[in-house]
């Protein structure tokens, strides 16, 4: 599934190739959110215009609407969606976990209340592994318990042996229903806890796993703990292992956790940032629906070749911002997705000419400097 | 400006051909609506794939925001909104006065409470003109009283001759301020009263008109008199005047109108009813949002060869609606311009091949019926 092209001399970067059933991507790479079913505001010719690698699409809120009946009758998630790569899809636990006095946990599964309906629901982790593979996705997660941050070594404790033992079940379940083109990812917790983290990852490698999800990280804390869990596991045996730090991030972030191994990367933040009327740009992110841009007849980013870019001023995208106009949303949403694709590249290509600390160092003194 | 290609021999329906600065195109034709400078949903490229001949913007809404020094900066609407066809601006006549108790009418002109912040601002005939140059409109529509339906005959007597009066001073200061590549429509009121349109229509025609905006229909007239409307001045010496029925409408009533030798129309419905989840298909609407379409595999039109059909389930477009994703409403929004666009299309073929008649009734036969 996954085999490392370079490893970068300076950092632990590497260069690597990812290989589903829909194919094969170079990573770093990013996949974009999309949670019900669609990135929002992009259109799947879109998404392929841009060039992105795969989707990431949310089981829990797949199962609660359609329905999994729905999207195996329309022919699985990629029919449905008119997206022929690769999808990975969240186990959900990170959601339900979410809904904090909604739901009652035991070693069986969770009990929770949906979000939309009050439904009571009880799902095992052999159910999450079931709607996944129902839905057509390419690669599954198992159900786990996720942790707040901050959070006692006893409750990363209970939660890390829970979502391990799950892990082990959901195993067994994939191996007894899948067939052989589907990936199965382990899914790492123990907070910023590294004897639980040490403890996760040697179960997980025990049991086989195509991937490594990390979880429980980008949730609030503080950047040397994070880094500290990140740092830890590129001296394992499993090194070569292809590591997916979920939920991460903004683009410091992932050039920092690139810079400690990450292979692939997935967040809200490009399409939920546009609906608020801001963008990405080479020197960081600006707020085009501020005053200052009122007549400015520059592109978002002028170092972007973008639909966007290529067409409209920032003075026309505050104006559909300030109006509440969604053809604003859809331009910036375009051009985020599309400039985190083009900052992915920019990466890689920086890897393989050797050239990534410099890049790195380069890309945050200008990320964040005046527009 | 505008040539007729072919009279229809059944009906008063007709060919023609209509040029402005921007090119030429068919009619009868239909413009989608831009008020805030935006096809609702829509980019601009859509609407160049789609094949839309021009659009509707709101002069009234562009004044308020972004405002015309902006437009005007930007190169004007055409770069601004990156859309290189015939655009013509509505003089927001029918917005601001719908605002009722917020404005206050003389013969100079209107004063009204801004919807947006409640700023008073007063707007004489030239005004609005100067708006609409600002703006870079191809095609400019002086500032008209509208009277609601039913109104009495003493009412829209004042109305249209204020409207006339405005008409008259509006030339003048268009042919003052403007260059020879603009064009200048006449705008008809007198509401359901003959001889008051009588009256209009005569006066127009005296000053010179590059056409004519039939205005005051369409805003809840019962059928039988708006029809008396549009079928008296097919007889009046001017028949050969491009007719632009504003605001109309829904596809029963365009091929009516068209029967009446309509040539223009613009509406919201494709865009409105797109964002309630209503599809036009050549079998009626459907409420695609609704149950019955949770499994339906069939896409919105099987007639229909645009992108969101040739891509997208009833049941995909169902679930996006139905989990409020905005690309449902851009796919629905997409396919109904799209269906319109041909709605169009078939209508001029047919008048062509000298089968309008029956096309129509072909039309409407299916139209409505069970989908």
Chains 1, 2 share one sequence.
Not at 202 to 231: A, H, K, M
Not at 277 to 302: C, H, M, Q, S, W
Not at 317 to 342: C, D, F, P, T
């Amino acid at each position: 599934m996954f085999k490392i092209l370079k490893q970068d001399l300076q950092t632990k970067a590497r260069l690597g190739l990812c290989t589903t059933r829909k194919g094969s991507f170079k990573t770093p790479s990013f996949f974009p959110v999309a949670t019900q079913g669609t990135v929002k505001g992009i259109s799947s010719r879109e998404l392929n215009e841009i060039g992105v690698d795969g989707l990431l699409t949310n089981a829990y809120h797949l199962y609660l609407r359609p329905g999994v009946e729905v999207v195996k009758s329309a022919g699985g998630l990629h029919k449905f969606m008119n997206f022929d790569k690769t999808i990975i899809t969240d186990s959900g636990g990170y959601q339900i976990f979410s809904l904090k006095n909604l739901r009652k946990i035991s070693d069986k599964g969770v009990n929770f209340q949906s979000h939309i309906d009050g439904a009571r629901i009880f799902l095992t982790p052999n159910d999450v592994i079931e709607i996944q593979l129902g839905l057509g996705s390419d690669i599954v997660v198992p159900l786990d318990e996720c942790v707040s941050y901050p959070c006692t070594h006893q409750e990363a404790k209970e939660a890390s042996i829970r979502t391990i033992k799950w892990a082990r079940q959901s195993k067994k379940y994939f191996q007894d229903t899948s067939d052989d083109s589907v990936l199965f990812m382990g899914i790492l917790q123990g907070s910023t806890h590294l004897d639980l983290r040490k403890y996760c990852l040697d179960e997980l490698f025990g049991l086989g796993i195509d991937g490594l999800c990390i979880g429980g990280l980008s949730i609030g804390e503080p950047q040397d703990l994070r880094y500290n869990v990140l740092s830890f596991f590129h001296d394992e045996p499993n090194s070569s292992c292809f590591r997916y730090f979920m939920g991460c991030g903004k683009p410091e972030e992932i050039i920092e956790a690139v810079s400690y191994g990450i292979d692939l990367f997935d967040c809200v933040v490009p399409t939920r940032y546009a609906r608020t009327g801001t963008a990405f740009t080479n020197l960081g992110e600006i707020i085009v629906r501020n005053a200052p841009y009122i007549n400015d007849k520059t592109p978002l980013d002028v170092e972007c070749e973008c639909y966007t870019c290529s067409n409209f001023s920032r003075a026309y995208l505050r104006h559909l911002i300030n109006v509440k106009e969604m053809l604003g949303v859809q331009l910036l949403s375009y051009h985020n997705i599309h400039w985190y694709k083009n900052f992915l590249d920019r990466i890689r290509a920086a890897i393989a000419e050797d050239k990534f600390f410099d890049f790195k160092k380069d890309f945050l003194s200008k990320y964040g400097s005046k527009n």
